[in-house]
């Protein structure tokens, strides 16, 4: 499928947000990185704000939907709690640029996309915390302090794209397997 000029833009500003920090990159940074006028970027696009919500905004969808999918799930919690971690490095694998600027920089997002994004991680925090107590409920997890276990999960998945790059790329199917299984035998 052919990429529109947009989408086009928001990858390559994803990248130099990932290398130099949504700060440091101009609307002529980019439009360099394309070869391209910067006054030709505004044909296609708002500016800099609208490049970081729609990277933003869009892997942030993608975390919220997933793993409302997977919270709904008639499943055992640990079941449940394995699948959010595999779909987490899914995401992260596919999209190392975009989770970089959602590390990263959302908090360069403006009003109602700020909202909305806060709206979103803490939805996607609260179904990972949710399946943790019930999986302590239920003795699936050993019982254990759940923000400790939400909090030693999410610094693993939230870096993972910073990991895999400097030690060089694994196989998504290997690293998800492999990482579950760490992540989950220190809770189990």
Known sequence: MKQT???????????????????????RDIAQ?????AASLYNHIKGKQEILSTLILHV?????????????????????LKKLIAVHIDITFHNPDAIAALNNDWMHLDGQDLLDFIAMRDQYEENFRSI??????KQQIRAKEPEVILFSI?????TLYLWNEKRGKLEVDVLKQELVAVLISGIV
Do not use: C, H, W
């Open 60 to 80: 942030a969808r993608a975390f919220t939907n997933s793993t409302q999918q997977i919270t709904s799930e008639n499943s055992s919690p640990l079941t449940r």
């Open 33 to 37: 990185q394309m070869d391209i006028k």
């Open 132 to 137: 943790i107590k019930q999986g302590i409920q």
């Open 154 to 158: 999410l610094s693993t998945l939230r």
């Open 5 to 27: 000029r947009k989408e086009e833009i928001v990858i390559v500003a994803a990248k130099l947000f990932k290398e130099r920090g949504y700060s440091a990159v101009s609307m």
